[in-house]
């Protein structure tokens, strides 16, 4: 009824109907205002990510980690640097510290598992593990 009565008072028929489209009244739990999103703890209302954002880093994450990525463990590490510290800063607002530590272990065991696999034969990663500070018997 109210956007019946707004479409007739003003002439731009075309540019109201798009802007209702996207307009809506809802719980503040269920939208998003620039990728994060609220809720309500303990009678106050505090901010988290949005999901939707979490899924995307996680993928550009996955994409910069992949194993079948040719490029150099030094210089994944220096864009993955780049990405994280932007999206960290970006949601430091938010509470999100369990997720943020699941996340570098995520990053962490995809790189882990970068060099392991470009080790390809036994004695190479013997020889890079005894260049770690491993012992030669374990190794």
Same mark, same amino acid.
């Given at each position: 009824?109210?956007?019946?009565?707004?479409?007739?008072?003003?002439?731009?028929?075309?540019?109201?109907?798009?802007?209702?489209?996207?307009?809506?009244?809802?719980?503040?739990?269920?939208?998003?205002? /620039?990728?994060?999103?609220?809720?309500?703890?303990?009678?106050?209302?505090? %901010?988290?990510?949005?999901?939707?954002?979490?899924?995307? %880093?996680?993928?550009?994450?996955? #994409?910069?980690?992949?194993?079948?990525?040719? +490029?150099? #463990?030094?210089?994944?590490?220096?864009?993955?640097?780049?990405?994280?510290?932007?999206? +960290?800063?970006?949601? @430091?607002? @938010?509470?999100?510290?369990?997720?943020?530590?699941?996340?570098?272990?995520? +990053?962490?065991?995809?790189?882990?598992?970068?060099?392991?696999?470009?080790?390809?034969?036994?004695?190479?990663?013997?020889?890079?593990?005894?260049? /770690?500070? +491993?012992?030669?018997?374990? @190794?």
């Amino acid at each position: 009824m109210i956007c019946a009565n707004v479409k007739g008072t003003t002439g731009v028929r075309t540019q109201l109907n798009d802007t209702l489209i996207f307009s809506e009244v809802s719980r503040s739990t269920f939208n998003t205002l /620039l990728g994060f999103s609220f809720y309500n703890s303990n009678s106050l209302w505090e %901010i988290r990510i949005f999901p939707k954002s979490i899924q995307r %880093i996680k993928e550009k994450l996955k #994409a910069g980690t992949r194993r079948s990525n040719p +490029v150099n #463990a030094n210089n994944k590490i220096q864009k993955l640097d780049r990405v994280i510290c932007g999206w +960290v800063n970006y949601f @430091a607002i @938010a509470k999100a510290k369990k997720f943020m530590q699941r996340l570098d272990e995520m +990053v962490r065991v995809c790189l882990r598992m970068g060099i392991w696999s470009s080790w390809k034969r036994i004695r190479t990663k013997i020889r890079n593990f005894i260049r /770690l500070g +491993v012992s030669s018997q374990r @190794a």
